[in-house]
């Protein structure tokens, strides 16, 4: 099956206050396990920076500045998700910008229905815990030390890993790799008769009613192949 893992950076927390998407990062999985294929693109929102957004992932409006606008790359990101599921932590936030960008660009809204949401998914597996990025990847070991800041591509591939550790998709990896078995000897056993056989522990009665039995399960009884 193939699904998308997606994030986003903004220039703030609302698109109807006209905050826009600065950079979008994609991973491809199939089976939950990254492709190597990938989609990302820094864009230009046509506004300013806020400093707080900034502080958050280290995005100037000069860096910005000259990069592709949303309506220029919305078809090769649309191509690109096809109609995979989306897989985004804290989908709702992502998904209320893209659709934004989308609408504000003349196209049509991605259906939630074809989302899942990490965050979801982390709080109904670790009631009550932080269930943040930085936390599911100190939970299950996932290594962050490359992230100082918020990037979109970058979190995409974390939480690729984490989206794996919720689903179970590491343990069905495993069918993937490759083994090597060697069978280095082959032992046969050989088995003889006793010099003396053992002396039955049978009755009289016990072996008249065994003979008994055996005679009323037919000729073909398999019985009839060990009677003495």
């Known amino acids: ?44 929102p046509e506004r300013d920076m806020p400093e707080d957004a900034f502080r958050v992932h280290g995005l100037s409006r000069e860096f910005l500045a000259g990069k592709p606008k949303f309506a220029e790359i919305a078809e090769e990101f649309l191509n690109f998700i096809g109609d995979a599921k989306l897989i985004a932590h804290n989908a709702d936030f992502d998904m209320r910008f893209v659709n934004a960008e989308l609408e504000r660009c003349g196209r049509g809204r991605l259906g939630l229905d074809r989302v899942i949401d990490t965050l979801q998914l982390a709080r109904r597996r670790h009631p ?22 918020h990037g979109a591509l970058l979190d995409s591939e974390l939480l ?3 989206y794996a550790e919720l689903t179970g998709g590491r343990q069905a990896a495993m069918t993937l790799v490759e083994a090597t078995v060697t069978v280095e000897e082959t032992v046969v056993f050989e088995i003889s008769a006793r010099s ?33």
């Not at 699904?3 to 999985?29: M, S």
């Not at 039995?213 to 009677?227: P, Q, S, T």
């Open 160 to 162: 690729a890993e984490i």
């Open 196 to 228: 003396e056989p053992i002396e039955s522990l049978l009755t009289e009665r016990e072996l008249t009613a065994h003979a008994a039995f055996v005679e009323r399960l037919g000729e073909k009884a398999i019985w009839l192949k060990y009677r003495t």
């Open 128 to 149: 009550g815990a932080s269930n943040s990025l930085d936390a599911l990847c100190a939970r299950y070991g996932v290594d962050s030390s490359r992230r100082s800041r």
């Open 1 to 44: 099956m193939r699904e998308i893992v997606f994030d986003t950076e903004t220039t703030g927390l609302d698109p109807l206050k006209g905050d826009r998407i600065v950079e979008i990062g994609c991973i491809e999985l199939y089976n939950t396990i990254p492709t190597g294929q990938t989609f990302h693109v820094y864009l230009d």
